[in-house]
Each structure stands twice: as C-alpha cells, then as structure tokens.
C-alpha cells in the first residue's frame, strides 16, 4: 500500500492502483482539488453532503471534517474501492461515513453493468462511445438519484461520474441547494455542459463562485421555489 497526505487527511491504496496521472495527482495536491476547494467554500453547518463517485472517500472525509461524519454520504460502484474508501475514511477517524456500493442512474432497479478499469478513477458507465479502453463489465447495484435522495436527505452534492452527471443532473434534485460538478466534456462536448447548466437552471440553480477548470459549482437561487424532500 502507498500512502499520501492531502490537507491533512491520509489516502492509503495499493501500488497497483496508480495508474495514469493518479500518482502525480496525490503526490502534488492536486487530487479532487477544485471539488475540495469549492465544497470548503460552500458548505455551512446543517449541510448534509451526498458524494456521487466517492472513489478513495477524500472529498467524503474532508466534507467529515467539517460537517460530522453523519451528515456526510458516499456512492461509490467498484467493489475494490468501495472498501479502500471506507478503509481511508476509518483511518482518518471518519467511520460513520456511510458508503453505498452501486452506480447512480436516473432510474431503475437491481443491477446495471459498469465499466471497472485499471484505473479506477476513470471506470464508468456505458457512454456513446461505448465502454472505457480496457474496461472489465461487471455488474453493480443500480442505485436511483431520487432514492438516494428520499435515504440520505442532502442539501449538496458532489458529482464525478465519468460522464453519467449529463443524465442524472437533469432528475429533480428535491431539498438540495449546492451542486458541485466535475463535467466531461470529452465524453459529451462543450453542449453537453451547456446542457447540464441549463437543466439546473431550469430547477432554479445558478452559476455561483468556485468554478475552476472542469468543475462547475451551482447554487440554489434565494427567491427559486426549491421542491422539498420527498417522503421517505
């Protein structure tokens, strides 16, 4: 296992899984950077944080940190990372932290198949290219956003789905008032993140402050007539 430190926070994982730029990226900081950032800048006391695509549960223990390991939830769709996130986020106090293994999809039940690769950040959904390069297609649990929304009752979330936030953000996200993004515009070009500013818009978000690179932030509008939790 190799470790690395980031804002104070351990991420322990296995020599194998550093693939790519990963390395780099952990080395130097700059792992899930501008998610961290703009979710430091935006969470307030009460926020409960749903995190779409925990990968090693960084964004999750760091969201911990501030909000308590109770307000604070994690989807996460390889089986192997299921457990280094839950493993990061015990070792860094945060064990409550509830981690839910399966890819989140607009709708449907059971199972859905997923594109597990080597790199496992980079693992997804079928796209419209079809699967990732060297993808191994496994079943997972389908995990519904509206169910994910009635169990843990966010009021922000936090999405890096490899290209799968194109179709997802466009459900109605009742009680949440903080979306942070990290868009794909290899996977669906520049109108595809048009798009997906455009269906927040349309549920009463805006473009707010912490925007940098690929990762959007938006931000409920005061005046929006925001659709409550639905019943659980």
């Given at each position: 296992m190799r470790s690395f430190t980031l804002r104070g926070l351990t991420l322990s994982l296995p020599e194998a899984a550093l693939k790519g730029n990963l390395e780099r990226a952990l080395s130097s900081g700059r792992y899930e950077h501008h998610e961290a950032d703009a979710l430091l800048m935006h969470l307030r006391p009460g926020d409960r944080l749903l995190d779409l695509g925990a990968g090693l549960g960084f964004i999750c223990a760091l969201a911990a940190r501030v909000l308590g390991e109770a307000a604070v939830f994690g989807v996460e769709a390889g089986p192997e990372t299921v457990k280094l996130a839950r493993r990061n986020l015990a070792a860094n106090g945060f064990a409550g932290v509830?981690?839910?293994?399966?890819?989140?999809?607009?709708?449907?039940?059971?199972?859905?198949?997923?594109?597990?690769?080597?790199?496992?950040?980079?693992?997804?959904?079928?796209?419209?290219?079809?699967?990732?390069?060297?993808?191994?297609?496994?079943?997972?649990?389908?995990?519904?956003?509206?169910?994910?929304?009635?169990?843990?009752?966010?009021?922000?979330?936090?999405?890096?789905?490899?290209?799968?936030?194109?179709?997802?953000?466009?459900?109605?996200?009742?009680?949440?008032?903080?979306v942070v993004v990290e868009t794909h515009p290899q996977v669906y070009g520049a109108a595809g993140v048009e798009r997906i500013a455009t269906g927040l818009a349309a549920q009463g978000f805006a473009r707010v402050e912490g925007a940098k690179a690929d990762t959007l932030v938006f931000g409920r509008c005061p005046d929006a007539a925001a659709p409550g939790p639905a019943a659980g």
């Open positions: 509830k981690i839910v293994r399966g890819a989140v999809v607009e709708t449907g039940e059971g199972e859905v198949e997923f594109g597990q690769r080597p790199a496992f950040w980079a693992s997804a959904l079928k796209g419209p290219e079809g699967w990732p390069e060297n993808a191994e297609v496994i079943r997972v649990p389908a995990r519904p956003i509206g169910r994910l929304l009635e169990r843990f009752r966010p009021t922000a979330i936090c999405c890096d789905i490899e290209g799968g936030e194109l179709e997802l953000l466009a459900e109605p996200l009742r009680g949440v008032r903080l």
